[in-house]
Nanobody, 125 residues
Framework: KVQLVESGGGSVQTGGTLKLSCTGS????????MGWYRQAPGNKCEVVST???????????YYKDSVKGRFTISRDNAKNTVFLQMKDLKPEDTAVYSC???????????????WGQGTQVTVSS
């Protein structure tokens, strides 16, 4: 059974910094692309960042345009953990952040999966 434990969210002011963590189990973490997603009230679920496996792929990363240069995704396969370092946070970054291995989602939205609980990020102006 896939399980994901997200942590690190919180409330910060504009310009603040947070580092999210997501530890996965129930699947081969090191072989899996991992993604961070977010959903704000009234908005659609969106991909924030993804990182490919560095075991069976090239470890390349993707960032949503609005977070490029501010967010950094990384992974520690020994700890089955993916991180999202967020700096220069803006009020529009406010959302529930969730992680997921997109290759295992099928038709499930990563923001509505039951694998994890998500973590709330609130940025005040």
């Amino acid at each position: 059974k896939v399980q994901l434990v997200e942590s690190g969210g919180g409330s910060v002011q504009t310009g603040g910094t947070l580092k999210l963590s997501c530890t996965g189990s129930g699947f081969v973490f090191g072989d899996s692309t991992m993604g961070w997603y977010r959903q704000a009230p009234g908005n659609k679920c969106e991909v924030v960042s993804t990182i490919n496996s560095d075991i069976n792929s090239d470890g390349s990363t993707y960032y949503k345009d609005s977070v490029k240069g501010r967010f950094t995704i990384s992974r520690d396969n020994a700890k089955n953990t993916v991180f999202l370092q967020m700096k220069d946070l803006k009020p529009e970054d406010t959302a529930v952040y969730s992680c997921a291995p997109p290759g295992l989602l099928a038709t499930t939205s990563p923001c509505q999966s039951t694998w994890g609980q998500g973590t709330q990020v609130t940025v005040s102006s």
